[in-house]
């Protein structure tokens, strides 16, 4: 019987150093993580890393990733659960019920092993670095030393929230225009294989020449008829020269945060974005008790943009010399006045987290109208590129035809 419990209970796949230093790994049986922890620990074994062992050794194809939007619901329930005064290891297990994605409750589980064999929340935190960032992490701790974790879970659950909000504000307005583009130009494409030939061959047999316009749109139709497959080529070698340019290269990274600001429809709206989000992060930290400077630099990493990064770290080190921060906002020349109005109003009346966020919530909801104004003018430009190339295409195969009927 003891065997067959021991097989029911799930493995733990573990890496460490023994008592002599050296490097080890293995599995282990174990009702949770925190008990397997305890038993290798008595085994004198120093954990590294240690995580669940997958049953199906397909799962990593089918497992479902966490976005964003679930680490703000995880905070929010916690939240919501903490103020009610549910124990925290208790709260864990009911958030962990509730959650329909398993990964996510697979993380919460892994929260409360870590919560249930001594470490900290921040600590236990930390553990899942992919999901939680030193921002998270670092108000957690504070709300932890204060003895307001509760409260403090609730100002991190909104900030999540808004944040993702933005972030899917911004996705929505980019989103658009780029599907139905792609869209037109696959149409496109299957008329310059499929549809073009077929004029082309009824206009051979007519032995006059082409107008131009038509010459050219059936020369590139023949062109993508043998060569499609370079076409391909290029656009899939295209797309990955982007991405790994873009995960390895800072200054590929720098140069687009700058051309996307100086785009003429949506560098205005991620202008308003990364001042919102310099607004809404600098108000949570600075309202949680981290020291200004330290919140000036944790704001830095989230405005997401190199120029409001290196803004802000110039507003970090001004401020370090005894430099108010409405001043040191101004000397940037990156900040609408506005927002240095209400910082210099915050920094009057000793309350500036709630200034901040008030320009917090002014420029998200600028965001907001943004998005909306932009989508209303998306719609008949989208409409004009349309009938430019699938319009464009229609006249080029019936201009023969027209000049023929001219003749005659």
């Not at 925190?34 to 120093?46: D, I, P, T």
């Not at 047999?205 to 499609?228: I, K, N, R």
């Not at 004009?384 to 035809?401: D, N």
Request: charged share 20%.
């Amino acid at each position: 019987m003891a065997v067959n419990k021991a097989e029911d209970m799930p493995n733990f796949l573990y890496e460490g150093t023994n008592r002599r230093g050296q490097k080890i790994k293995g599995e282990i049986p174990s009702k949770n993580m925190a008990l397997a922890k305890a038993v290798l620990r008595k085994q004198g074994v120093n954990v590294t890393s240690i995580r669940k062992k997958s049953k199906n050794p397909l799962e990593f194809l089918t497992k479902k990733k966490i976005s964003p939007m679930d680490i703000a619901i995880f905070t929010r329930q916690l939240a919501t659960m903490m103020k009610a005064g549910v124990p925290l290891v208790q709260t864990y297990e009911i958030v962990a019920e509730g959650l329909d994605n398993p990964t996510m409750r697979e993380v919460v589980l892994g929260i409360k092993g870590e919560v249930e064999g001594g470490n900290t929340f921040a600590g236990s935190l930390k553990k899942y670095p992919q999901y939680f960032d030193d921002l998270f992490c670092s108000l957690v701790a504070s709300g932890e030393q204060s003895g307001a974790l509760e409260t403090m879970l609730d100002r991190v659950a909104i900030y999540k929230e808004k944040s993702e909000l933005l972030k899917m504000k911004i996705k929505k307005a980019m989103k658009y225009p780029m599907a139905v583009i792609i869209v037109a130009l696959v149409v496109t494409i299957i008329l310059m294989v499929k549809v073009v030939p077929v004029f082309s061959d009824l206009f051979s047999s007519f032995g006059a020449e082409l107008p131009a316009f038509t010459q050219m749109v059936v020369d590139m139709s023949q062109w993508m008829q043998s060569y499609w497959f370079v076409l391909i080529g290029v656009i899939v070698l295209a797309v990955g020269i982007f991405r790994e340019s873009h995960k390895r290269s800072e200054k590929f990274r720098d140069f687009l945060d700058k051309t996307i600001l100086k785009m003429p429809i949506f560098g205005d709206l991620v202008y308003k974005a990364i001042i919102a989000r310099f607004a809404r992060t600098l108000a949570t930290t600075f309202a949680a008790g981290v020291p200004l400077i330290d919140a000036l630099e944790s704001t830095a990493g989230a405005t997401g943009n190199v120029i409001y990064r290196k803004a802000t770290m110039q507003i970090r080190d001004d401020v370090s010399t005894g430099q108010q921060l409405q001043f040191s906002m101004r000397t940037t020349n990156r900040f609408p006045s506005m927002a240095i109005q209400m910082v210099a109003i915050g920094e009057e009346s000793g309350a500036l987290d709630a200034m901040l966020d008030k320009v917090a919530t002014h420029f998200e909801n600028e965001v907001d109208n943004a998005v909306d104004g932009l989508t209303a003018l998306m719609e008949p430009m989208i409409m004009a590129i349309l009938g430019v190339l699938v319009g464009g295409l229609v006249v080029a195969m019936y201009l023969p035809i027209f000049q023929m009927g001219s003749v005659i």
